[in-house]
C-alpha cells in the first residue's frame, strides 16, 4: 500500500468510497454522514487545500481515503473535557476516513494511522487527533488500539456531538 496526496481526478473515486461508507454507517443505524456531509464540494476543497489523500493498493487502485491536515481544526478550540496537548499547539488530525467495501478489514485504517503518527514524528509534532460519531464502535475501538486517549466531547460546524480522542506520538 502507499499513500499519496488526491487529485481532482481522484474526486469520483473518493465519492464512491464514501458513499459506500455513508451506506454501511446507515445500515448500522448510525447516522454519522446521513445530513450531506461529506459531500463533493468539501472533498474538493480538501483537495485544494493538499489535505486529501488516497491510499492504493499493489495494483494502484483506490483503496481508501482520508483527510489529514496540520493547520488545526476550528470545532476542536472549545471542548467539553481536556486536550491532552493545548489546541493552540500544532498537531495533527484525521477527517473523512472511508475504505472501499471490497477492502473493509483489512487493517488499511491502522496503516493509516500509522503513516501519519511516522509523519508527524518526522515533522516533530507530538499530537494527533480524531472526533467520532458516539455511535461509530468501530472507529472508537481503533483508535483506543491505537493508544488514543479518550478526551472530551466536541460540536461539528452544524452543531452535532462528538467523541474526541488524542494520541501523544513520540518524538
Given at each position: ?19 459506500d461508507a455513508k451506506a454501511l454507517l446507515k445500515s448500522l443505524g448510525i447516522d454519522q454522514w446521513q445530513n450531506g456531509y461529506p459531500n463533493q464540494t468539501q472533498i474538493e476543497n480538501d ?125
Open positions: 500500500m502507499k499513500i499519496q496526496l488526491a487529485t481532482t481526478a481522484d474526486i469520483p473515486r473518493i465519492l464512491e468510497i464514501i458513499d483537495v485544494a487545500n493538499n489535505e486529501s489523500f488516497v491510499i492504493l493498493n499493489s495494483d494502484n487502485q483506490i483503496i481508501a481515503t482520508t483527510m489529514f491536515s496540520v493547520k488545526g481544526e476550528p470545532t476542536y478550540k472549545v471542548i467539553e473535557g481536556n486536550w491532552i496537548i493545548s489546541e493552540s499547539e500544532k498537531y495533527g488530525v484525521i477527517h473523512r476516513l472511508a475504505t472501499a467495501k471490497e477492502f473493509r478489514k483489512s487493517g488499511i485504517a491502522y496503516y493509516i494511522f500509522e503513516y501519519f503518527h511516522d509523519f508527524l514524528k518526522q515533522q516533530n509534532i507530538q499530537s494527533l487527533k480524531i472526533d467520532t460519531h458516539q455511535e461509530n464502535l468501530g472507529m472508537q475501538s481503533l483508535v483506543k488500539k491505537l493508544g488514543y486517549q479518550y478526551c472530551g466531547i466536541i460540536y461539528t460546524n452544524y452543531g452535532d456531538k462528538r467523541l474526541a480522542f488524542e494520541k501523544i506520538i513520540a518524538l
